[in-house]
């Protein structure tokens, strides 16, 4: 976001975040992960947010270090300010 200008520092950002457990082969195993962030915006930032949000996914070290072992379902809400 930072380097499309889109501040994220104090509170701009914030995320919530929901683990799907379910037995595999009879082990208990997270296997979905629900992320919804909450960006606070600059007025016609929108698109420049989304562009950044639908590649977050490819910078996130938690998403690439489970890539494979566990499913990521992102979401998130735009505010613009006014």
Not at 20 to 32: P, Y
Not at 48 to 74: I, M, S, W, Y
Request: charged share 30%; hydrophobic share 35%.
């Amino acid at each position: 976001m930072e380097a499309r200008q889109i501040p994220t520092f104090p509170s701009k950002l914030t995320g919530s975040f929901k683990g799907i457990i379910e037995a595999v082969d009879g082990v208990l195993r997270i296997t979905k992960i629900e992320c919804h962030y909450e960006l606070v915006i600059p007025q016609g930032k929108r698109e420049a947010a989304e562009r950044a949000l639908n590649v977050f996914e490819k910078g996130c070290p938690v998403a690439q270090t489970l890539k494979g072992c566990v499913q990521f379902d992102h979401q998130w809400t735009i505010e613009e300010e006014e």
